[in-house]
């Protein structure tokens, strides 16, 4: 447990050591097998979760009862759906495991209480915010401006081994494409 502890304190990069004394009492851990959830639909998010081992899911169920994939989140990595956190409201999304998952866990009343008694803590945050706002920005602009393709080729620049973790039908809708459809783009890829 110290382990996982310390991985998510060394994250805290301009934390002082007393900021650290002050979180390190707050966590908590907790262990999900492969197709847990940390968040569900509907559930008000009362911790931020840290990513120790594992790889998770986030996604909704549209109107027609699809599921659609909005991201992944892997070791090193905060789970969380933001806006929803911060704002203490239910959340639309779901966070599921793909892998068995560790994730430290600081809950939302310990992350304002030291917002309030440390500066440091309110640029931790804001980093968490700026990281959470690219990822979305990244995402909605790869749908105004890139092809299917092109979000496919991204995605498996930029995460090599994580491709090697997800399934093809999450890589699919992650991207926006049916199955079929993305089998055509690797193929057509392999061919060039």
């Known amino acids: 447990m110290e382990s996982y502890y310390n991985l998510y304190l060394n994250h805290l990069s301009h934390a002082t050591a007393e900021e650290r004394d002050f979180v390190k009492k707050q966590l ?10 940390f968040l569900k639909s509907g559930d ?27 991201g ?4 090193n990595e905060h789970i969380t759906d933001y806006p929803a956190f911060i704002r203490q409201k239910p ?9 068995p998952t560790v994730i430290v866990k600081l809950s939302y009343d310990a992350i304002q209480e030291s917002y309030q008694k440390f500066e440091n803590s309110q640029m931790q945050g804001r980093l968490i915010a700026e990281n959470v706002l690219t ?33 093809v039908t999450h890589l699919a809708s992650f991207i926006g494409v049916e199955r079929q459809s993305l089998s055509r783009i690797r193929s057509n890829l392999a061919k060039k």
Do not use: W
Request: glycine fraction near 4%; charged fraction near 30%; proline fraction near 1%.
């Open 44 to 70: 008000i998010q009362e911790d931020m979760g840290f990513i120790c081992e594992g790889l998770i899911r986030r996604y909704y169920i549209n109107e027609k009862g699809n599921e659609i994939t909005t």
């Open 72 to 75: 992944f989140a892997k070791e």
């Open 135 to 167: 990822i979305v920005n990244d995402r909605v602009e790869s749908f105004l401006f890139n092809t299917a393709e092109e979000r496919y080729i991204k995605f498996i620049t930029e995460n090599p081994k994580l491709s090697q973790r997800i399934s």
């Open 91 to 99: 959340t639309k999304y779901f966070l599921q495991c793909l892998e």
């Open 28 to 37: 908590s851990i907790i262990f999900l097998k492969k197709g847990d959830f």
